[in-house]
């Protein structure tokens, strides 16, 4: 999937980027298992991003699962990863449940970036990461304390969507993940359960409101039940470019 995002904080006369966006990973058995996830970390070195940011939820340990991988086992594959990509993470409910000090860990080894509720300044984009919405550990106040002491356009990445309405107006992009896009959909549109207090509203692609973007991407694993019907595995490429001619 691929979309482009015009933020006025963005340089003038600089080049746009590209930002791949990945979540739910959730590596387990029988459908994510670690080779698998080795496989996805060289189609997202085939797109040649600039960042990748992660929303969130790089294990589970679902009742469902053949097999449950320790925190090195799961982020291995990511080492694969180009090494010039700018490589960006934020925590999600099922990291916190698991085990995310280890994961944490593990993360940084492989190159990333692990925020929540701060913020870093990378090239053009000052990126805020709220912790996990999901599990009441977002703290939007003071991830746009941090965002407004650096330079540059604002994306914040969010495990969950939930947090974009509280946004100022013409603020920027969000990033989400969380809702799998209902993993489960009807043939005709929308789904049983997106795990959003919004339903369907910020649970599935891009939703312009308000001055601001949202990306939600479908995510590449499962929870709960390892299958998905009518809501498919997503890597999101978005570029982002300046509003000023």
């Known amino acids: 999937m691929r979309t482009q995002v015009q933020l006025a904080e963005f340089p003038a006369g600089e080049a746009p980027v590209t930002i791949a966006l990945i979540s739910d990973i959730h590596v387990a058995g029988p459908d994510m ?13 085939a797109l040649s991003p600039d960042y990748l940011l992660v929303a969130g939820d790089f ?5 469902t699962a053949t097999h449950i991988y320790t925190a090195e086992e799961a982020i291995a594959p990511l080492r694969q990863l180009d090494a010039g990509i700018i490589k960006i993470a934020v925590p999600g409910n099922h990291d916190h449940w698991f085990d995310l000090p280890s994961l944490q860990s593990e993360l940084v080894e ?17 990126i805020g990461g709220l912790d996990d919405d999901y599990t009441d550990r977002a703290d939007i106040p003071a991830t746009l304390s941090a965002m407004a002491e650096l330079e540059g356009a604002s994306v ?20 989400a993940g969380h809702t799998h896009c209902g993993q489960i ?18 649970a599935c692609g891009r939703v312009d409101e308000d001055g601001n973007s949202i990306v939600t991407g479908a995510g590449l694993g499962t929870s709960l039940l390892p299958v998905r019907f009518f809501s498919e595995p997503e890597i999101w490429l978005i570029t982002v470019a300046s509003a000023k001619r």
Request: aromatic letters at 10%.
């Open 185 to 202: 959909r009807y043939p005709w549109g929308g789904s049983p359960a997106t795990m959003s207090d919004y339903g369907d509203q910020y």
């Open 110 to 126: 492989a190159g990333f970036r692990v925020i929540a509720n701060s913020a870093i300044q990378a090239g053009p984009l000052v």
């Open 59 to 63: 294990i589970s340990d679902k009742r």
């Open 156 to 175: 914040v990445l969010s495990h969950s969507p939930d947090p974009f309405p509280d946004l100022p107006e013409n603020f920027g992009l969000m990033l």
């Open 33 to 45: 298992p670690p080779e698998r996830l080795g496989r996805i970390a060289e189609q997202i070195n």
